[in-house]
């Protein structure tokens, strides 16, 4: 059937407006979370990797990523590598640390030299499950990852001064090889705990920390611990309020185990801003635990929050 000459132009402008209309749709959804989005995009990047478990290939191949992204905001990586004994045999950690504007450092002992006011990390390593071998971990912890990489980027743009007092630390070895970590077995937190023994020699010795975890979910809700240090919740839920996201960070009932707490002990005061209740949830160490469990939105909530405390605690 032949259209004619006016039938034929109704359907292209019907189909131009339909094109400038999912257009206009898409960078208005760019528009509303830029950072968001860009974190979201990271961690799909860093998932298309494949499994990234503690020492694998697919791990190194994550370092490269984030190393290659970090560089072009001027940030330059070293990485820790410690060997322990774990449940399943000898196994090889490897922690990437990043700092800005450091091209002469080429070893992790270097970085350590360099004098930092505040720590923000998040673990890379996705849980080595048996009956899992494709687990991914988006939101465990490749979303928090991947929001440090746009927080060091518009730091370093927007003021350079301070991202040099930011140390940025990707752990290895969170996760525990058993099912739970535990440390009376010493199982997880391989990473942060070889990084922290470090921590007793700085001099000066980083003020503060800030560790990410499960910060992307799409109905996003924080609890951080209930023994975090003091200053920094107040400094968390100034943040909150300055952008009017109160409702999404609170405070868990009781203390957590996790990356910060072997900081903590090394007399570094750290807070964990971590997504509440993973422990009953139908994804956490599931296979729920993919792109589609976050969102850009609670991703930007967690950058704008996040960055605000650096911006707040550094100076
Ligand atoms: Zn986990």
Known sequence: MALSKKSRVIAIAIGLIALAGFLGFCLSKQDQHPHGQQAYDHTAAI?????RTAGSEGLKKAHRYISEELKKSGWTTVTQTVERDTPVGKRTFINLIARYDAAGIKTFEDAAKLPAKGILSAHLDSKEIPHLPNFLGADDAASACALMIVI????????????????????????????????????????????????YQRDPKPKFGIN?????????????????????????????????????????????????????????????IIGADFHDSHWWHQEGDTMELISAKSLDISYQVTIEMLRELLP
């Open 152 to 199: 060091a980027e518009t730091l370093a743009k927007e003021n350079p001064e301070l991202a040099k007092q930011l140390e940025l630390v990707f752990f290895d070895g969170e996760e525990a090889f058993n099912k739970d970590m535990s440390l009376e077995t010493g199982d997880g937190l391989y990473g942060s705990r070889a990084y922290a023994i470090t921590l």
């Open 47 to 51: 998932l298309a990797i494949g499994p």
């Open 212 to 272: 990410l975890d499960m910060v992307g979910h799409h109905d996003l809700q924080i609890a951080v611990p209930a023994d975090s240090p003091t200053h920094l919740y107040h400094s968390l839920q100034r943040a909150a309020a300055k952008f009017g996201v109160q409702k999404h960070f609170g405070m868990a009932d009781g203390g957590i185990l996790d990356d910060h707490y072997y900081l903590n002990k090394a007399g570094v005061p750290t807070i964990d």
